[in-house]
Nanobody
């Protein structure tokens, strides 16, 4: 089993920045691809970003390209989502997820095997 714990959420004004962290523990997750998803009230869960096991490849959802970046530090079992130029429509619960198949970079939540509990991000206008 792998446990994922997100942190760094909070309340920020539009145009501001937040840095979300996801720390993995338990079964070795160094070789897992990792992703971030978000879910706003009344909406479906949305892909935000993904990174392969060594950080050499990343993917971003269309609504966050140019504003968000994803990175990882395998020595610390940590994945970072840096969010800049935040907008009110970025308000959601953000979830970290792990994909045991490290050969892909998926935007499909069904391909992820482990999930964190989520962290709330609220962007005020």
């Amino acid at each position: 089993q792998v446990q994922l714990v997100e942190s760094g959420g909070g309340l920020v004004q539009a145009g501001g920045s937040l840095r979300l962290s996801c720390v993995a523990s338990g079964r070795t997750s160094t070789y897992f691809a990792m992703g971030w998803f978000r879910q706003a009230p009344g909406k479906e869960r949305e892909f935000v970003a993904a990174i392969n096991w060594d950080g050499g490849r990343t993917a971003l959802g269309g609504s966050v390209k140019g504003r968000f970046t994803i990175s990882r530090d395998n020595a610390k079992n940590t994945v970072i989502l840096q969010m800049n130029s935040l907008k009110p429509e970025d308000t959601a619960v953000y979830y970290c997820a792990a994909d045991r198949y490290n050969g892909r970079l998926s935007n499909n939540q069904n391909n992820y095997d482990y999930w964190g509990q989520g962290t709330q991000v609220t962007v005020s206008s």
